[in-house]
C-alpha cells in the first residue's frame, strides 16, 4: 500500500491505520517504521538490479531526458529518465531517479548528477544516443560539458521550446490584460460558494453543457487554452450568473469581460488551437516525437499565416509566434523539404511492427 499509493512511511504509525488492521486481523502485531523502510530500500535495490539486467540486454542505443523541477513546498529534484527500444520495436521508458537537489544548481552540479546517475545503472555516456533537456541556462551548460566530456548529442525539449514561443507570443498588453480579466472571473465563479452553485441552473435553464470553469496554471501555457475554451462555452450562463446580487454586489459588474474582450479571447482560441494540439503530439510516450517535430512546425508556420482577425492583439501574436518558431527552430525548419522527399516523415508514419516486417521481408528478397 505504502508503494502503490505513495503513502508516507509514517501511516503505519497513525492510530486510524492501527485500528482498521486490529479489526480486519485482531491479535495482529503491526511491525515498526523501521521495519518497513528497510523493505522499501530492499525492494529498491531489488528494482535497480533488475533495471540493470534490462539495460544490459538492449541492443538500441540509449536516450535520456533529464528535467529539473520545484515541488509546491519548495524543494528542488532532478529527474533522470532513460528511453530506448526493444526487440519487438516497443519504445520503453524507465524514470532513473528522481534526486533531491540540495546544493546549487551549477552547470558543473548538475553534469555530475546526470554522469552519477548514469553510473549507478552501468550506462556508458559514450554509448548515449542524446540528452534531452529544457532551454535552462545552467542545464545547458551542464550538457555542453558532457558532451565535452563524453562527446553526447543534447537535444532543447521541443515540448519546453513550444511553451517559450507561446509564452512570448501572449505578451502582447492587450491580451494579457484579457486572460487577466478571465483569469479574475473564473477564480471568482470557482471560489464564491453562491458563484459556483448558480451556473448549473443556467446551464440547465440554456441547454448548455453541465462543465465546471477550469482556472490556468502559470507552468502550462496550454491550460489557460481551457481556460478560454470552457469559458466561451459558459459565456452565457457565467454572464447570467454574474447578473444575479446575491452572486455579484452591486457596483462590481467589472468582473465580466468587456464585449472586445470576448471577441479577442474567441479569435485567441482559434489560433491556440493548432499549438494546443501540437503540444499532445509532442506529449506523446508511446512513439519517438523528434521525427514528427519539421512537418509539425510546417503546419505551425502556416497557421501564423491567417492575419485577418478583427483584434489587432491576436494580429500581434501570429507575427510574434512566426518570428519566434523561425528563431529558434531554423534548423528544423529548413530540414523539411517542401519536394516530398521526407525520410522523418514517413518513419514516423509507419507502425515499428510493420517497418520491422516489412525490413525482414526486404533482407529475404534480397538474399534470393
Same mark, same amino acid.
Given at each position: ?19 482498521i488492521l486490529t479489526i480486519f486481523q485482531p491479535g495482529y502485531t503491526l511491525l515498526s ?17 533488475? +533495471?540493470?539486467?534490462? +539495460? ?34 516497443? +519504445?520503453? /521508458? ?97 471560489? /464564491?460558494?453562491?458563484? /459556483? ?85 509532442? /506529449? ?29 492583439a491576436v494580429n500581434s501574436f501570429q507575427n510574434s509566434a512566426e518570428e519566434e518558431i +523561425? ?42
Amino acid at each position: 500500500m505504502i508503494l502503490k499509493d505513495m503513502r508516507p512511511l509514517a501511516v503505519v504509525e497513525g492510530e486510524g491505520f492501527k485500528e482498521i488492521l486490529t479489526i480486519f486481523q485482531p491479535g495482529y502485531t503491526l511491525l515498526s517504521r523501521r521495519h518497513f523502510t528497510s523493505m522499501m530500500e530492499r525492494k529498491y535495490e531489488t528494482s535497480v538490479e533488475k +533495471l540493470r539486467n534490462v +539495460l544490459k540486454k538492449a541492443t538500441s542505443k540509449i536516450s535520456l531526458t533529464t528535467d529539473a523541477w520545484t515541488s509546491l513546498v519548495t524543494e528542488s529534484y532532478l529527474g533522470v529518465t532513460c528511453h530506448f527500444i526493444n526487440d519487438y520495436w516497443d +519504445l520503453l /521508458s524507465f524514470n532513473l531517479a528522481t534526486l533531491p537537489v540540495e546544493e546549487r544548481h551549477t552547470a558543473e552540479n548538475l553534469a555530475s548528477w546526470v554522469e552519477k546517475v548514469a553510473e549507478k545503472f552501468h550506462i556508458s555516456l559514450h554509448n548515449v544516443l542524446a540528452i534531452v533537456h529544457d532551454d535552462a541556462s545552467n542545464i545547458v551548460a551542464a550538457l555542453h560539458i558532457l558532451k565535452e566530456k563524453f562527446g553526447v548529442v543534447s537535444y532543447r525539449c521541443a515540448g519546453h521550446t513550444l511553451q517559450l514561443v507561446v509564452n512570448h507570443a501572449l505578451k502582447d498588453p492587450k491580451i494579457d490584460k484579457a486572460l487577466s480579466a478571465a483569469r479574475g472571473l473564473v477564480k471568482h465563479i470557482r471560489k /464564491s460558494e453562491p458563484a /459556483s452553485t448558480k451556473p448549473k441552473q443556467k446551464q440547465k435553464q440554456m441547454g448548455t453543457a453541465e462543465h465546471k470553469l477550469i482556472q490556468d496554471v502559470a507552468v502550462r501555457w496550454n491550460s489557460s487554452y481551457y481556460m478560454i475554451e470552457r469559458l466561451l462555452e459558459q459565456r452565457w450562463p457565467v454572464v447570467a450568473t454574474l447578473s444575479a446580487p446575491e452572486v455579484t454586489q452591486r457596483g462590481k459588474q467589472y468582473l465580466d469581460l468587456k464585449s472586445d474582450q470576448w471577441i479577442l479571447l474567441d479569435e485567441l482560441k482559434e489560433v491556440l488551437k493548432p499549438y494546443e494540439q501540437a503540444t499532445n503530439v509532442l /506529449s506523446g510516450q508511446s512513439y519517438v516525437t523528434v521525427s514528427v517535430l519539421p512537418p509539425l512546425l510546417k503546419v505551425l508556420l502556416k497557421s501564423t499565416q491567417n492575419k485577418s482577425f478583427d483584434s489587432a492583439a491576436v494580429n500581434s501574436f501570429q507575427n510574434s509566434a512566426e518570428e519566434e518558431i +523561425l528563431y529558434r527552430w531554423q534548423r528544423e525548419v529548413s530540414a523539411f523539404q517542401a519536394d516530398g522527399k521526407n525520410v522523418s516523415l514517413i518513419a514516423a508514419e509507419i507502425p515499428f511492427s510493420r517497418r520491422c516486417s516489412e525490413t525482414a521481408s526486404k533482407s529475404t528478397v534480397g538474399g534470393t
